[in-house]
């Protein structure tokens, strides 16, 4: 159970904003809401949210943060609050700085890199004792939040390749995934919407650790949003439903 609970939120808040710019589907302020369930129960909530934009080596970021919280019994049983925080380059779309607060239970850990493209260096600091790491950074990339907006800003359609590097703490992964099925899918903030599925390989770790497999469906309009991820492990289902849609204009919320 506790390798599940654990998966379940390294998933929501490690798994696929903005300048005022029409070529990006998304906006400063917009800030999606999720359910969590672990079958049929729902364990926790999380948010992505782009709170605004933040000057890093004198380039404009985006900042994107997400959360991640347990809540009812599984709260009780395992408490688990994680943040996560991205710096995305407005104008190339990769990550200069990647932060992570973790609590899970008694267990802390917490971390911020910078990405140092000047030096081809991401400099790690343990935000618990002070420590320094140092890893060669070989090319531009995103991080595990980034990844999530960097691929909305892709032409999506059925049967398209996604293929772009995610770099962290000076570990690349080379990430792939086809889009491969197209249905239509309903969510009370969106109402009736195509949306395409996205199986990104390699998965987390701890979902290939579980036996299990991945998936995200991305809506096939010009909003690209995440509009669920679901995997399938030797612990049961695991989804993250997205409930509420809010920008500085609207705010689309569950009935």
Known sequence: MRLALTFLFLAVTTSLVANGGESFPFRTGEKLTYDILWGPIVAGHATLHVTGIETIDGKDCYHLVGRAQTSGVVDLIFHVENKIESWLDTKDLFTRRFRQVRLERKHRTADES?????????????????????????????????????????????????????????????????????????????????????????????????????????????????VLLVSDIKFGSIKMVLTGIQSNQTTQTRM
């Open 114 to 226: 910078h990405y140092d493209y000047t030096t081809g260096q991401i400099v790690t600091t343990n935000l618990l004792n002070g420590k320094l790491k140092s890893s060669p950074l070989p090319n531009a990339g995103q991080d595990l939040l980034s990844a999530f907006y960097f691929v909305r800003t892709l032409p999506l359609h059925l049967n398209y390749e996604v293929n772009f590097p995610i770099t962290l703490t000076g570990v690349r992964y080379d990430m792939h995934a086809r889009l491969d099925e197209r249905k239509q899918f309903f969510s009370r903030p969106t109402g009736d919407v195509p949306a395409l599925r996205i199986e990104p390989n390699p998965t987390l770790n701890v979902v290939a650790s579980c036996g299990g497999r991945m998936w995200f469906w991305v809506s096939d309009d010009d909003r690209r949003l995440p």
